[in-house]
């Protein structure tokens, strides 16, 4: 089956620093990617959509100047939490899809566990 | 507006048991069903989902859900249990008219089958 990964799984840093997470198609190419955040025993909330050389689409409430989202190319997407503060510390999941409309599967990654000193 | 609710945050069973995970939504138009599971520290894997036909939707690993359009029900089923089992469960649906095509997820259910 079509395989996303993440890179880092796990990423501790400073207040105030910058966090790049990384999201890859490895099999397939991704015409939209999705990030999510997961808090501890709650469900994934979707923070922004991405389709490939386009801007990201920010659900409501998500920060575009924080949470910075490239998709430039069919299988990556990056996503940069920008100057960092322990209110950002969650679980990102990033997740690809390559087919068209809602019938396209959605695959999704591991996750990166981040916190923030 | 859509949501998703999972009545049980936490299901015990013992191994070999049935279990049902309950997944109710709320909306006006149609929507495509889902279910994933999560494994420690894994992402999200598609156990089935229901787009339209046949209301009962056989997944992967033994599981099977049932959508019912006038309960607004689609509660996953396992007849018989197993240890590899233990995971989080989440039910998601998809708004098919102005919904971008986006996935809304429960809170999910902890199945955790015991010996």
């Known amino acids: 089956g079509a395989v996303v990964s993440q890179h880092p799984s796990r990423v501790i840093c400073k207040s105030g620093t910058s966090v790049k997470i990384e999201c890859r198609s490895l099999?397939?190419?991704?015409?939209?990617m999705f990030w999510y955040r997961q808090f501890p025993k709650q469900s994934l909330m979707l923070m922004a959509t991405?389709?490939?050389?386009?801007?990201?689409?920010?659900e409501q409430g998500v920060e575009k100047d924080k949470f910075l989202i490239n998709h430039a190319s069919l299988t990556l997407s990056t996503l940069t939490v920008t100057s960092a503060h322990p209110e950002d510390s969650s679980f990102y999941i990033c997740?690809?899809?390559?087919?068209?409309?809602?019938?396209?599967?959605?695959?999704f990654g591991p996750g990166t566990r981040l916190t923030v000193l | 507006a859509q949501s998703v609710t999972q009545l049980d945050s936490q299901v015990p069973v013992f191994e070999e048991a049935p279990v049902e995970l309950r997944c109710n939504y709320s909306?006006?138009?149609?929507?495509?069903l889902f279910w994933y599971v999560q494994y420690p520290n894994q992402g999200l894997q598609l156990l089935l989902k229901?787009?339209?036909?046949?209301?009962l939707v056989k997944g992967i690993n033994g599981f099977e859900a049932e959508f019912n359009k006038s309960q607004t029900s689609f509660h996953l089923r396992k007849p018989s249990v197993h240890i590899s089992d233990t995971a989080e469960y989440f039910c998601?649906?998809?708004?098919?008219?102005?919904?971008?095509?986006?996935?809304?997820f429960g809170t999910g259910t902890q199945l955790k089958v015991e010996l």
């Open positions: 997740s690809a899809r390559g087919g068209q409309g809602a019938l396209g599967e959605q695959f």
């Open positions: 099999d397939f190419q991704a015409t939209t």
């Open positions: 991405s389709n490939e050389g386009s801007k990201a689409t920010y």
């Open positions: 909306s006006s138009v149609s929507v495509y």
């Open positions: 229901y787009l339209s036909g046949s209301t």
């Open positions: 998601a649906v998809i708004l098919l008219t102005g919904g971008g095509n986006k996935l809304t």
